[in-house]
């Protein structure tokens, strides 16, 4: 996990520490620590009401001057606004963005206007090895809802799986 020989720190209340060490990451215990720090922040994270905005002025304005924002998660998460002022002011030396608050934008999004800003049309995920790992993931859920063990990642899932009964409307 060190892409292009880069530390990288981590902010995640939900995963243990030493599941970031793990990965060759280093946790760190804020995210105004992680704000202050960073050179390059990168979001992957699922849109809620904690993490709405969670880049908003207040964030830009404690990031490092020249910092670079990537977001490839919801574009929610950002404050464009904020993001503009910030653009603006030198905070943020770059974005990359595959995904903008209010989407689908038109072309005259005030994020189009800059130079220093990627905005790619939510296609980040559209990777070979990334399309066969969401196959695989739902091949397993599948396989483990009918063999009766929990499914990874559900949010709700039936106390008890149903029997799978298939019927064909095809005549012999």
Avoid: W
């Avoid at 969401?134 to 009918?146: F, H, Q, R, S, T």
């Amino acid at each position: 996990m060190r892409g292009f020989g880069c530390k990288v720190i981590v902010y995640d209340p939900y995963v243990p520490a030493d599941r970031v060490r793990a990965v060759g990451a280093e946790p760190v215990g804020t995210p105004e620590e992680l704000l202050e720090r960073a050179d390059v922040i990168s979001l992957h994270a699922v849109l809620t009401e904690e993490t709405y905005h969670m880049l908003d002025r207040n964030a830009f304005r404690r990031m490092k001057r020249g910092v670079i924002t990537v977001n490839t998660a919801r574009g929610e998460l950002i404050d464009t606004q904020a993001l503009v002022e910030a653009l603006e002011e030198g905070r943020v030396a770059a974005a990359a963005l595959d995904v903008v608050e209010g989407e689908p934008i038109g072309p005259d999004h005030p994020l189009l206007r800059f130079e220093n800003v990627i905005v790619t049309p939510h296609v980040a995920a559209y990777t070979r090895e990334a399309l066969r790992g969401m196959d695989m993931a739902v091949v397993k859920a599948i396989e483990d809802y009918l063999a009766g063990r929990p499914v990874e990642g559900a949010v709700v899932t039936p106390a008890r799986p149903r029997p799978l009964k298939l019927q064909s409307n095809l005549s012999p």
